[in-house]
């Protein structure tokens, strides 16, 4: 089945009539197979304007969502890319075309595996996976230019802000357990500066330092 013109009508209705404005962003989200990601069941709902069940009580982010984080990092193609929680592993590919190099940790066993699989199919060699605790970060891998936290936590986990670089970005939902606030943080000068990005509602972030 071609997908293109649902791919169209997504970036269209989702992306640029909502104020996602980042070229790149909005190339790569009008490309790339987002149908690849889900289960061949829900193929069809791909493009839709709302999150997708993919098993183990985890989900892939509606695509608005996806691209407003995704352009709120502001990568510009040189940067090496944390990303907590793989999942379905889209947002992931999202990053690998964006930046160089992507490091993405993964609790499941499963969902991990299966989001190497398509990596594989689709032809990406700059994506790293770990199985683990996503609230560690990845500290020998460390610092990062960016980091983009898939999950929603009470608090900022204090390794993402040790493991970020100077002049680095980290973009996390923060909250409780029904609503969280999308934040931003950026490293200036060795201080950290925070600002609200938006309101969100994100599975848990599970680990040491989330939940």
Same mark, same amino acid.
């Not at 997504?10 to 790569?28: C, F, H, K, N, S």
């Not at 193929?43 to 183990?56: E, F, R, V």
């Not at 930046?99 to 990596?119: G, W």
């Not at 680095?168 to 409780?176: A, K």
């Given at each position: ?9 997504? /970036? ?12 790149? /962003?909005?190339?790569?989200?009008? @490309? ?21 069940? %993919?098993?183990?009580? =985890? ?6 969502? /996806? ?5 709120? &990092? =502001? ?5 090496? /890319? &944390? ?11 999202? &990053? ?10 993964? @609790? ?8 190497? @699989? ?35 936590? $009470?608090? %900022? $986990? ?8 100077? +002049? ?6 923060? +909250? ?8 931003? %943080? ?26």
């Amino acid at each position: 089945m071609d997908y293109s013109i649902a791919r169209k009508k997504m /970036v269209q209705e989702q992306l640029l009539a909502r104020g996602i404005t980042d070229p790149r /962003v909005i190339e790569v989200m009008g @490309r790339i197979p987002r149908h690849e990601f889900v289960d061949e069941g829900l193929a069809s709902q791909a493009y839709l304007d709302h999150p997708l069940n %993919i098993g183990l009580k =985890q989900t892939i982010s509606q695509p608005y969502m /996806v691209g407003f984080m995704t352009e709120s &990092l =502001q990568l510009k193609g040189h940067e090496r /890319v &944390l990303e907590i929680g793989t999942g379905s592993g889209y947002q992931t590919v999202l &990053l690998a075309e964006l930046c160089r190099q992507v490091y993405s940790i993964e @609790r499941i066993t499963t969902l991990s595996n299966r989001a190497r @699989r398509i990596f594989y199919k689709l032809g990406y060699s700059n994506i790293i996976l770990r199985i683990g605790d996503g609230t560690l970060g990845w500290p020998e891998e460390a610092p990062f230019d960016a980091i983009l936290v898939t999950a929603g936590s $009470p608090q %900022i $986990p204090r390794p993402y802000m040790d493991q970020l670089s100077e +002049g680095g970005t980290l973009v996390i939902p923060r +909250g409780n357990e029904a609503s969280q606030d999308l934040v931003r %943080i950026r490293k200036k000068n060795g201080k950290f500066q925070e600002e609200i990005l938006s309101e969100c509602r994100f599975v848990k972030l599970y680990g040491e330092h989330g939940w």
